[in-house]
Nanobody
Framework: QLQLVESGGGLVQPGGSLRLSCAVS????????IGWFRQAPGKEREEVSCTSSFGTTTNYADSVEGRFTISRDNAQNTVYLQMDSLKPEDTAVYYC???????????????????WGQGTQVTVSS
């Protein structure tokens, strides 16, 4: 059974850092694109970062470029999102999601993701 579980969210002051983890089970991480998405109250869900199958490429939304770093540890079956210089507008529920590389060729196509975690809340506030 394919499963994704996020952790690492919480309350942090502006300028602070958090590292989110996405632990995957039931599938081989190499063959899947993994994306991090977020959704704030009253806003549409947006893809903030992704790592392609085998970790060959990474992508970032303009709003997080230079502040967020995505990485994967295949041995631990975990994908991370390091978030630095956090801003109040980063407040949202963060989700990780997976899609097999045969479903879509690139990781930055948000519509194809078909496996989702339950989400973790990130709140940036003083």
């Amino acid at each position: 059974q394919l499963q994704l579980v996020e952790s690492g969210g919480g309350l942090v002051q502006p300028g602070g850092s958090l590292r989110l983890s996405c632990a995957v089970s039931g599938f081989t991480l190499d063959y899947y694109h993994i994306g991090w998405f977020r959704q704030a109250p009253g806003k549409e869900r947006e893809e903030v970062s992704c790592t392609s199958s085998f970790g060959t490429t990474t992508n970032y939304a303009d709003s997080v470029e230079g502040r967020f770093t995505i990485s994967r540890d295949n041995a631990q079956n975990t994908v991370y999102l390091q978030m630095d210089s956090l801003k109040p507008e980063d407040t949202a529920v963060y989700y990780c999601a997976a899609v097999h590389l045969t479903v879509q060729a690139m990781c930055d196509l948000p519509g194809g993701y078909n496996y989702w975690g339950q989400g973790t809340q990130v709140t940036v506030s003083s």
